[in-house]
């Protein structure tokens, strides 16, 4: 039998109660005949704790020292449960990212991981061992400093050890029973997905579906693992995640809408009167790419004949926000634009499903069902397989129901349960 790896997020493994339910887990696994190798997350809101405290301390803590009190977090996980299935009388290692071998980039917060040399790990497994690994951290190549690699990066450490390990699978488990149809705790009909495909996956995550890490999905893509998404609370069959290719050949039995997704985290910028000549839209983004800011959707009006002008709207993380407003109030002699406009209440709310390939339609009745309820669309953009809005923020939960309404995808009875609250 292969290799499984296990991810445990920190609902899971919130306290003593949870951390001995999770290594009972682990070793019934391992009895099963797998070698095994955990990545566990921080207990609980640890992570959150961890960063209030340092900002107690100082409004704008060094990343080197952020990332070093993070970090700690996950290694108190990873020795508790350690120490749980030694008490259950099987042999555990717990690893820190570093000694697991997860090498990253230089950049705190958000590393990249660009090797992972899992020797001590297969040492482990060699000698019998079950692996405990820290989740959502690595040391960086250059400076060798502790890194993390973002937040709820946990999930991206476990299918990158998993790829890098040749695992069979990679389980992630939380407080609720899979992947579904919509947040349950919006819309309570949400039905749990048998089956997802990768691509699908993809734009669920990058749509504001929290269940997994956008970069664990990348991961899953490009090296073909599939993952496994269940609860630790329940000895349910969970929501597998697998490679388009194993659908190949299924459009027929596959759904045509996967799920709708909803993200809060968004806020709209609109430049108001850029001069509409070439170049100017490059200089725009050019100001905002070398601030590190990732901008979501963009569009441009047509110019007012009249004027010469033109409006550009586009969203970014809430987070990037003032940088981004700072940024571009630099730039305004340079452009000669008129105003910036700054939006947070908004929200996104996105239909994702590889079968709108081969249906048409699927605009038209997503559209009408937001117009049913009310919600006015103020940007819209598309993929091959998703389609998103942008929604007044009071109104999301509107928009997500509609369109799981309109889609026939909610079920007949209550499926989801969330354990512990959090969905990690
Ligand atoms: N503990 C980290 C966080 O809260 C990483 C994770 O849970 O995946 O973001
Ligand atoms: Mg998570």
Not at 131 to 153: C, E, P
Not at 242 to 260: K, L, S
Not at 390 to 400: F, G, K, P, T
């Amino acid at each position: 039998m292969g290799i499984v790896v296990q991810k445990y997020g920190g609902s899971s493994v919130a306290d003593a109660v949870g951390i001995k339910r999770v290594a009972q887990r682990i070793v019934n696994t391992k009895k099963q005949g797998h070698d095994v190798v955990v990545v566990v997350s921080a207990m609980g809101d640890t992570t959150d704790e961890l960063r209030d405290l340092a900002e107690q301390v100082t409004p704008l803590p060094p990343p080197r020292e952020l990332d070093m009190l993070l970090t700690a977090g996950e290694r108190m996980s990873m020795a508790l449960v350690a120490m749980a299935i030694a008490q259950l009388g099987h042999e555990a290692r717990s690893f820190t990212g570093s000694q697991a071998g997860v090498i990253t980039d230089s950049v705190h917060g958000k590393a990249k991981i660009i090797d992972i040399k899992p020797g001590r790990i297969e040492q482990a497994l060699g000698d019998g061992a079950i692996a405990i690994v820290a989740g959502f951290q690595g040391v960086s190549q250059d400076t060798k400093d502790i890194t993390t690699l973002g937040r709820g990066a946990s999930d991206t450490t476990a299918v990158a050890l998993a790829a890098a390990l040749g695992a069979e699978v990679c389980e992630i488990y939380s407080d609720v029973d899979g992947v579904f149809t919509a947040d349950p705790r919006i819309v309570k009909s949400a039905r749990k997905l048998e089956r997802v495909s990768t691509e699908e996956m993809l734009e669920l995550a990058a749509s504001g579906a929290k269940i997994l890490h956008l970069r664990c999905v990348e991961y899953a893509r490009r090296y073909d693992m599939p993952i496994h998404v269940r609860s630790s609370f329940s000895s349910l069959e969970g929501t597998w995640v697998i490679p388009d290719t194993e659908f190949a050949g299924e459009e027929m039995e596959q759904a045509i809408i996967a799920g709708v997704a909803h993200d809060r985290s968004e806020a709209k910028i609109t430049v108001v009167g850029v001069p509409d000549k070439v170049g100017e839209a490059a200089r725009i983004f050019e100001t905002l790419a070398a601030t590190e800011i990732n901008i979501d959707m963009v569009v441009q009006n047509v110019s007012a004949a009249a004027t010469g002008l033109t409006d550009i709207s586009f969203t970014l993380p809430r987070s990037d926000g003032q940088n981004a407003m700072g940024a571009l109030a630099r730039l305004q002699s340079e452009i000669g634009y008129d105003r910036l406009l700054y939006d947070d209440q908004i929200g996104k709310v996105s239909l994702i499903g590889a079968g709108m390939r081969s249906h048409p339609g699927i605009t038209a009745k997503f559209f009408s069902a937001l117009a049913s309820a009310g919600v006015n669309i103020s940007m819209i953009s598309t993929s091959e397989i998703r389609i998103s809005v942008i929604v007044d923020e009071a109104q999301i939960d509107a928009a997500v129901q509609a369109a799981h309404t309109a889609f026939d995808l909610d079920a007949g009875e209550v499926e989801a349960v969330v354990y512990g609250g959090t969905g990690r």
